[in-house]
């Protein structure tokens, strides 16, 4: 399991960073400051998206090997093959693999400033996610739902965490006079749009909780709801320096010199807090949710 949720970890950290940073270039960067952090961006969508489609295949080996209760069974093609065609996860991992080699490819070959191409790829890529794991075990109605709700969580999940990471490349432009008003710019709309992707990821992580496990994740009694309950307190946590970084130190970035480190400092914190969610997701997302 350890190696599944290694695994599972990297390729949604993979995939939130190029929908996320992507987005936020194509929906938040004025044409200037867009221009000048596409190289960077552009960089990080074409590792991201190598990254995740090695890693959607190395997850698919070790489901395999899983489903197989045998290590070899993950460079046997027969049991994959097996796995593909004969489980519900197989058929949901042909479409999740599929998407992940169009990202890769768009981001290897597309033009440059081809930014909507691979936000919508990897935001695609993303949301299929939740056809596979504990959204995907109920039918009917409410298993649509389920999916239906998840993926959303996932992609405003990725629209976040991801889109801090050329939020971050943002506060070095600021330190630019050319670029300084773009930048604030691009952060002031990220943090305004910030309210309804966090409004949306909140109540959604309430739905799926709820379709998941039927009941209120306290008391923390079991391995599942005492990584869920951690995972929501990190959440807080993020909303907590979101609404400072949005409200106090934002709006004085034209201002004062301090305000940019200031911001720096805890956005990164928020970068590290936002792996460490993911983290938790990648661990208890395999356990019972009991």
């Known amino acids: 399991m350890t190696a599944l949720a290694l695994c599972r970890f990297v390729h949604f950290l993979a995939a939130m960073a190029a929908f996320g940073s992507s ?4 929906l938040y960067a004025p044409a200037d400051l867009r221009q000048a952090l596409t190289p960077k961006i552009r960089r990080i969508a074409v590792a991201a998206s190598l990254i995740a489609l090695a890693t959607a295949g190395l997850w698919l080996a070790l489901q395999a090997a899983s489903m197989a209760d045998d290590p070899g069974a993950m460079i046997d093609p027969d049991t994959i093959a097996d796995v593909l065609v004969d489980t ?3 058929q949901a991992w042909i479409l999740h693999l599929a998407l992940a080699a169009a990202l890769a490819a768009a981001a290897l070959l597309a033009p440059r400033d081809a930014w909507m191409t691979i936000a919508v790829l990897s935001g695609l ?15 009917g109605v409410e298993g649509v739902l389920h999916r239906a709700g998840h993926a959303l969580h996932l992609l405003t999940a990725g629209a976040w965490i991801g889109g801090l990471v050329p939020f971050v ?3 070095d432009a600021a330190g630019r006079a050319a670029l300084r008003r773009d930048a604030v710019t691009a952060m002031m709309r990220f943090s305004y749009w910030g309210h309804f992707v966090v409004a949306t ?12 496990s039927g009941h209120a ?20 946590a993020m909303i907590g320096l979101a609404l400072v970084n949005r409200y106090v130190l934002v709006p004085r970035l034209m201002a004062r010199a301090n305000a940019l480190a200031a911001l720096r400092a805890l ?13 938790l997701v990648s661990v208890f997302a395999l356990l019972d949710p009991a």
């Open 267 to 279: 956005t990164l914190v928020n970068v590290g807090l936002g792996a460490l969610v993911v983290a």
């Open 217 to 236: 994740p306290l008391p923390p009694t079991t391995p599942y709801r005492v990584l869920l309950d951690v995972k929501i307190v990190i959440v807080a």
């Open 88 to 90: 519900r996860f197989g």
């Open 125 to 139: 890529m993303l949301a299929s996610l939740a056809l596979v794991g504990h959204a995907s075990m109920q039918t």
């Open 201 to 212: 990821l909140v109540a959604t992580g309430i739905v799926d909780i709820a379709l998941t």
């Open 23 to 26: 987005a936020y270039l194509r």
């Open 169 to 171: 490349m943002c506060l």
